[in-house]
């Protein structure tokens, strides 16, 4: 199989069933952004220490590959849903913040972004699930896109703002409170 297919020379792609769309639409750019989210998890789960902290990060990076497929589905024909994505796996998230909630001292400030490569990953990739985020409530307005997929991104940036104080503390980095001066 070539990786090139020379079908996307002009601007188009193919959803799933086929129908050909520009690569400039809302629903292009939303699983394209789930795609660059994974990509950046695959760095942060590369710099991560703790097995336990890799293999979560493992778990959000094959349910964004299932958003991603979700979200690639032409919506036109009322194709239904091949995959389902459940509100157990925002169940997971939610878990997995107050566990690690209660670890952290009590945030009175905005923090600065940095301080540790890690937990800089951790901040991209939380802007980037923003991102995504926005992206879908976009494609949503005209689609009927599963409600669990914009929980799981806005639990996920959560997520991904507590994994980075957490990793703060763990590389003992000081967390560099933002006060408006």
Not at 6 to 35: F, H, P
Not at 123 to 149: D, G, M
Not at 161 to 176: A, H, P, V, Y
Request: glycine share 4%.
């Amino acid at each position: 199989m070539k990786i090139y297919t020379k079908s996307g020379d002009k601007g188009n792609t193919s959803l799933i069933g086929g129908k050909r769309v520009a690569k400039d639409e809302i629903q292009i750019e939303a699983y394209g952004t789930i795609d660059e989210l994974n990509s950046n998890l695959g760095l942060l789960r590369d710099y991560c220490v703790l097995k336990r902290d890799k293999s979560f990060i493992l778990d959000i990076q094959e349910n964004l590959f299932i958003i991603g497929s979700l979200l690639a589905i032409d919506y036109s024909n009322n194709q239904k849903e091949h995959i389902n994505f459940s509100k157990e796996k925002n169940s997971s998230i939610e878990k997995e913040i107050d566990r690690i909630s209660l670890t952290l001292p009590v945030m009175t400030n905005f923090v600065i972004p940095g301080g540790h490569v890690t937990v800089s990953t951790c901040h991209i990739s939380r802007s980037v699930c923003r991102r995504a985020e926005r992206n879908c409530i976009q494609f949503n307005k005209e689609n009927q896109l599963n409600e669990n997929i914009l929980i799981y991104l806005n639990r996920l940036s959560d997520y991904l703002f507590i994994l980075s104080r957490k990793i703060t503390q763990d590389t003992n980095t000081q967390e560099i409170k933002w006060i408006n001066k």
